[in-house]
């Protein structure tokens, strides 16, 4: 291009300015934005809130487990955030079951590893969005004497042998709804002893 306000020089296009402190931070704000909203929508497509890593919703007892064994005949609050695992209305039963080491590839994959006398002795019903919430559920050492069990009884919970609640719509049938807590230990009393 020539330019005759300068005797017909050639001249070249003005080089951008560099981006000011203000832009960057601009610049930084947007990109920032945009890492959230993919966030967010991995965390919708992914199933919502209140989704363990298996497709389960999360069981939360509270208070939580711990590295350390609750105390002997902890109650617990057992909940469940809203979902579209478990039925609206259904009834849900909740199982104390074995979890040897307290990995995801020991927990129960029949009612036979879970003591069927650990249901509590009233109704849990699902919301109409799924959640649930089973206020002062008794955590027990097992085997029992309270529960009439005896010393060889399974499954064993106590403060080195680990457990999970199993919570689902039908203890006998686990291809049926279900989800476990986090695992736990838990003091033990009342142990059935051995005969002599």
Same mark, same amino acid.
């Given at each position: !291009?020539v330019?005759?306000s300068?005797?017909?020089?050639?001249?070249t296009?003005? =080089?951008? &300015?560099?981006?000011?402190?203000?832009?960057?931070?601009?610049?930084?704000?947007? &990109?920032?934005?945009v890492?959230?909203?993919?966030?967010?929508?991995?965390?919708?497509?992914?199933?919502?809130s209140? $989704? $363990?890593?298996?497709?389960q919703? =999360?069981?939360?007892?509270?208070?939580?487990?711990?590295?350390?064994?609750?105390?002997a005949?902890?109650?617990?609050?057992?909940?469940?955030?809203?979902?579209k695992?478990f039925?609206?209305? $259904?009834?849900?039963?909740?199982?104390e079951?074995?979890d040897?080491?307290?990995?995801a590839?020991?927990?129960?994959?029949?009612? $036979?590893?879970?003591?069927?006398?650990?249901t509590?002795?009233?109704?849990?019903?699902?919301?109409?969005?799924?959640?649930?919430?089973?206020?002062?559920?008794q955590?027990?050492?097992?085997?029992?004497?309270?529960?009439?069990e005896?010393y060889?009884?399974?499954?064993?919970?106590?403060?080195?042998? !680990?457990?999970?609640?199993?919570?689902? =719509?039908?203890?006998?049938?686990f291809t049926?709804?279900?989800a476990?807590s986090?695992?736990?230990?838990?003091?033990?009393?009342?142990?059935?002893?051995?005969?002599?």
């Amino acid at each position: !291009m020539v330019d005759t306000s300068t005797g017909g020089e050639p001249t070249t296009p003005a =080089e951008p &300015a560099p981006p000011t402190n203000r832009r960057r931070w601009v610049l930084v704000g947007i &990109a920032a934005a945009v890492v959230v909203v993919i966030a967010l929508v991995i965390v919708l497509v992914a199933g919502g809130s209140s $989704s $363990s890593t298996n497709g389960q919703p =999360e069981v939360v007892l509270s208070p939580a487990p711990t590295s350390s064994p609750y105390p002997a005949q902890q109650q617990v609050t057992v909940s469940v955030g809203p979902n579209k695992h478990f039925a609206p209305y $259904s009834r849900i039963e909740i199982l104390e079951c074995a979890d040897p080491g307290g990995q995801a590839g020991n927990l129960p994959k029949s009612d $036979s590893t879970c003591d069927g006398n650990t249901t509590p002795g009233f109704s849990v019903l699902v919301n109409k969005d799924g959640s649930f919430t089973a206020p002062n559920y008794q955590l027990w050492s097992l085997p029992n004497t309270q529960l009439g069990e005896t010393y060889d009884g399974e499954p064993v919970c106590n403060a080195t042998k !680990m457990c999970v609640l199993y919570v689902g =719509e039908n203890q006998t049938d686990f291809t049926q709804p279900k989800a476990f807590s986090a695992p736990f230990t838990i003091h033990a009393i009342d142990v059935p002893k051995a005969p002599k």
